[in-house]
Each structure stands twice: as C-alpha cells, then as structure tokens.
C-alpha cells in the first residue's frame, strides 16, 4: 500500500535528476526535490555526494556505484543481473495508478511523455484489471473452443505454441482513455489524460486458425470470449471480426505476455477497445446472438443526451495527442524545440497528423516518424521556433480514410458529455508567456 | 568412399529430421476433444435464459444474503460506498436523459438475465464463484425487488428471471459508427462587415 502510493510522487521527484529534463517542469517541483535531496543527504547519507546517486534504484533497476570516470575503472561482469537484465538506474518513468479507491479494479496509466519510439515497454503498458491480476500456471491453463461448433476442443499453451503464429504491432487503447475531458480539462498531464494507450508488438495464432480445428457451424455469428481472473471477465464479439484479425496472443515484444497482459494467453482484437482484448484468455464460445454480458450492457456503452445508449461501439476512433510540450512541463527560454506526439486510429491507418499552434485557427502538417501501419500508433514531430508568445498547442489526426479527429466542441454537439467512454477529441496544451503548459479547453 | 551426392542426402535427411517437430501443420490433429461433462464447468447466460441453472430465490431470501455478503461494500440500501469501489445498484430512475445521469440495474441494465451471469461469476468481490444457484436467485430478486422491477413477493428461477422486463430495456442500440456530423463541412468563417 504505502510502496504504491510512493510510486508517483518518487518518480516525478527523481525525473529532476535527468539534467536532460531540466527546466521541464515547474520550477516549485524542482525546488521540492533540491529539499528533498538535502534533507535525504543530511540525515541519511552522511558525507556522501547524495547528489551523485539516486539514494533508491527505480523499479526495474539495480543501484550501483557510480565512477567519476568510467574509462578509469573496470567494469561490472555479465551476467550480474541474474540473466534477464535491468534498465539504467538514471531512468525513472514508471506507470502511474489512477486515484481510485479500490486497486483491484482500477487502472494504471503510461507515461507517454517519457516513452521513446513506437513500442511501450511492456512493463510500463497501460493497465486495466477488474478483479486483480491472477497467477496462472500455464502448464494447468488450457484453452477452450465450444459452443457451435462440430467438435469442442481444449488447447494448452503448448498445443497453441506449436500452430503457425503471426507477429503484428497493434496499439491498445483503454475505452475510458480520457474519459475526464468531456466537461473541464482535469488531466494535468498527458500520462493521466491519455496514457491508457499502449502499442506492443503482439504474437500468436489467429483465430482463423482455432476455428478450422474445430469446425465452425452454419449459425456461427459470435464468440464469447472468457477470462480466468477473479472477474471472469466476458464480453461477445462478432465473429466477423474474429475471423478477419483476432488474434490469440502468448507473445509480447519478444517475450511472454506479462501477466498484466493477460499471462498466458490473451484475445488481441486490433483497433477495438481494450476490454474487449480478453487477458487471461481461457475460453471462446460460439454462439448465433451476443450474450448480452454486464461489460456491453450495465458497462462500455455510451449514453446519449436522449438518455438511450449507444451499444457495441467496438473500433477506437482516430486521435492524437502532442506529449512534448505537454501538461506540467516548463519550457525554460524561446527557441527551438521539436513539438513530438502521437497518432492512432482503430478504424485503419494514420494518414496524416496535422498541428495547430493557435488553437485550432490554422493548421500546418506534421511530420510522420515512423510507416504507418493498421491499427497502430505513429509517432509525429514538428519543428517549432516559440517566440515566448502565450501558445495554444493541437494536434489532429487523419486517418486513411479521410476521417479527421473532432474538436471537442464538435464530440460534446454530438454526444453530450456523458458518454463516458471512446472519447477523442482534439487535446489542447497551453504554453503560457512564463513557459508553463497546462491542459486546457477552447 | 562417399559421392558428394551421399552427403548432400545425408545432410538433407538431417534437416528433416531436425525440423519435422518444430511446428505443427495448421491443418495437424492439434487440441483435446471435451467432452460435455467437462464443458459443464462453465457458464454464460443468454438474456433468453439460456444457460440458467435449475434452482429458485425470492427477495426475503435475498436480504438476508445480501445484508451478510454485499452489504459492507454496496451499503445498506444498495447505495454504493465510493471507498469501497463498489457502485449503487438502485437508483436513479429516469434519470439517464438528465445533467446527472446514475446508470444502475434499476435504471439502465436492459437485461435481467445480465445480472445472474454477473453476480454468479464475479460476486462477491472478495470470494468469487462461492454462491450457490439458489442465492444467485434470491440475491438477483433482492436487488431488482429494491429498484421495484419485481414484487417483493416474486420468486426468480430460469423460467421468471428471463422475463423480467428491464425498465431500460428498450433503452439501447448498435452504435452507427462515426457520426456523420463528423464529415460535414468545416462551419464558414463569421461574415466580413
């Protein structure tokens, strides 16, 4: 309880020790951190150069001693970290828990900021649980195929690993990923208001390939998807989707899932909505009418200002979001710096990002860092001179199919705002004259 | 002496035989038949009632459970305790179309069947899976006895439970996908005077 609690706060007081972070955020945080440090270096350490060091490794990292000459002395020998590896102890970034009152069912966000390239780490992906995160076993974990179908098979693990696999990188996006915009910006920073948005490169074997083995009925219209966690989470897709791209995934970024993710196996469904992407993927059953379950009932259904409610709304609509500069960062001076974000769409690809400097008045072309592919995120980036003007920073992402992101006035005409859920209007930063950036509307 | 032609055989064979178990054909015997028995294990119902099990409740039945196991985290009159993380399961009836809209069983669930399935595999939060079917029953009668669905009276078994008529339930329909409004053009520019 308390280590969790700590967890943010620590990581944002030793992101100050990044000298390449300096000037990035308010200057009352650095302030914090200095007294922190002193106070740490006089009652704890002393007569060491607490500054040095961070007095605590990072979660993922082991804390060694650091030279002040790297060339005058020998090394560490492999192997030292036991064989698996641990990240540098000068990086920090860490997910972040949502304030929510019960920490098995709750959600924990990345930090989009900090993230670097296309891929999350997949010890910093988003995460969703609604009954905790279950220990599996995966030599006693089996998968079931039944329902309507001619022969009702179970797969293990094993089985599963030896069918021809598919290797893919699709974004996951959390269906309430920003779902605190719709009324007032209460995010303060792009980890809180879009950091339910993860992009993996996912493996396993297509769903295609299971229904082939069991032989699908003429009737055949949906499939339940069912975990083995304490919520037994279950939610119906059609099987259209499955049979296009479903996937049923053991693989992540090079390794096992992690059990986060839904260790051993995991339902992917690219583009749609992250509950959707059963995570301890224990059962399939076919059916010929949807199973009506409280995740697409009672849950993840959007509310009208009508009062009616708008169900199976699966695909995450095209956004973006700018991450640099964003929400409690500090620009130090005018000059150049290189606005950086991030586009998805779940409906295709990116077709292009544009960015607005005035809030939303004008709008020029980004530049795309990466080949978009379906159903995952690209990272864009504009060269940006700030005159030290107060600035209203946007992005807006088009999608191939000439789909462009909303404004949020445009989402709030349409929805109200109590829809809750697949929110994606345009994100605004505001960079005032002082070189603070705060999330507000326009 | 052997020919080029005889190790290049040997090796080939030596390649097949390394690489026959590696993986398996898509079209391989892969998997374990089940049979129904073992299938039995699991559940998911339809709002037709298809796959309730056999077994009854009513709502007097379900206070008493409900007080002993739901209670402390769905408080007293079904009201939700925040600190718990556990929602309110009555309330806000008519309330959907309004500045602050409560979505629970009694004013937004379209199926009552929906609530079965929940609470039997979810239920109670801290020991899933240990409510027999009679309580599942008599627990689904309290909550939409509370909300004034039902009678106090009614009994829920796998023939009333499915048609039971959800005040919300005609309140829901298939998203159309993205909203045309979406693809219309931008709004002109206020008139020059």
């Known amino acids: 309880m308390s280590q969790r609690s700590e967890t943010p706060a620590r990581a944002q007081e030793e992101i100050e020790e990044c000298p390449c972070k300096e000037g990035m955020k308010p200057d009352v945080d650095v302030a914090r951190r200095r007294l922190l440090l002193s106070a740490a270096a006089i009652t704890a350490m002393p007569g060491q150069l607490a500054a040095a060091t961070p007095a605590k490794a990072p979660p993922g990292a082991v804390l060694y001693d650091v030279p002040e000459n790297a060339t005058k002395v020998m090394g560490r020998p492999l192997l030292e970290d036991g064989g698996y590896g641990t990240r540098s102890q000068f990086e920090t970034a860490v997910r972040m828990r949502a304030d929510n009152p019960n920490d098995m069912t709750s959600w924990s966000f990345t930090p989009l900021a900090d993230t670097i390239g296309n891929l999350t780490p997949s010890g910093l992906h988003y995460e969703r649980h609604h009954g905790g995160i279950p220990a599996i076993d995966p030599a006693k974990h089996y998968l079931y195929v039944h329902g309507l179908v001619d022969g009702p098979k179970k797969f293990s693990v094993a089985d599963i690993k030896r069918l021809p696999s598919i290797t893919r990188k699709y974004f996951i996006e959390c269906s309430g990923n920003t779902l605190d915009e719709w009324s007032k910006p209460k995010g303060k920073t792009v980890q809180v208001t879009h950091g339910l948005l993860s992009t993996s490169e996912w493996t396993g074997v297509p769903f295609a390939t299971f229904a082939r083995h069991v032989g699908l009925k003429d009737n055949a219209s949906w499939v339940l998807g069912e975990g083995a966690d304490a919520a037994v989470m279950t939610r119906s897709i059609p099987l259209d989707k499955m049979l296009s791209d479903g996937l049923i995934a053991y693989g992540q970024n090079g390794e096992a899932l992690r059990p986060e993710q839904g260790y051993p196996l995991r339902l992917v469904l690219p583009g749609y909505e992250g509950n959707m992407m059963i995570k301890w993927l224990r059962r399939l059953q076919v059916s010929d009418r949807p199973f009506m379950t409280r995740e697409e009932t009672g849950r993840y259904t959007g509310l009208m200002p009508d009062g009616r409610a708008r169900q199976f709304y699966y695909a995450m609509d095209a956004k973006s979001v700018i991450t640099f500069p964003s929400g409690e960062m500090m620009l130090p001076k005018p000059g150049h710096y290189q606005i950086r974000g991030i586009a998805w769409t779940g409906r295709g690809r990116v077709q292009a990002v544009d960015i607005s400097l005035d809030g939303g008045k004008n709008w020029v072309p980004a530049r795309l860092d990466d080949v978009p592919e379906p159903m995952c995120t690209v990272r864009f980036s504009y060269p940006w001179y700030w005159d030290g003007k107060p600035a209203i920073l946007q992005s807006r992402c088009i999608e191939d199919s000439g789909y462009v992101q909303p404004t949020r006035t445009d989402l709030v005409a349409l929805r109200g705002e109590h829809f809750v859920y697949h929110y994606n209007a345009i994100q605004s930063w505001a960079v005032a004259a002082d070189g603070s950036v705060a999330n507000v509307h326009v | ?193």
Not at chain 2, 67 to 93: Q, S
Not at chain 2, 104 to 114: C, D, G, K, N, V
């Open chain 2, 1 to 193: 002496m052997y020919t080029s032609r005889t190790l290049l055989s040997v090796f080939i064979a030596a390649l097949f035989a390394l690489s026959v178990p590696v993986q398996a054909r898509d079209d391989e015997d892969i998997g374990t038949p089940v049979t129904e028995a073992e299938l039995s294990a699991f559940f998911a119902i339809l709002p037709d009632g298809e796959g309730l099990p056999p077994g009854s409740g009513n709502a007097v039945q379900g206070l008493a459970i409900y007080a002993e196991k739901c209670a402390m985290c769905h408080g007293e009159k079904l009201e939700g305790i925040y600190d718990t993380g556990a929602p309110p399961l009555a309330g806000g009836a008519k309330s959907l179309a309004t500045k602050q809209p409560l979505k629970t069983i009694e004013s937004y669930w379209p199926y009552a069947t929906t609530l079965y399935d929940y609470i039997w595999r979810s239920m109670p939060f801290h020991e899933p899976g240990s409510l027999t079917a009679d309580e599942v029953y008599a627990l689904s009668a309290y909550i939409l006895s509370v909300g004034k669905v039902i009678g106090e009276g009614e009994v829920m078994n796998a023939q009333s439970l499915p048609k039971v008529k959800m005040p919300n339930a005609n309140g829901f329909y298939v998203d159309p996908g993205p909203d045309r409004l979406i693809y219309r053009p931008a709004k002109a520019p206020p008139a020059k005077k």
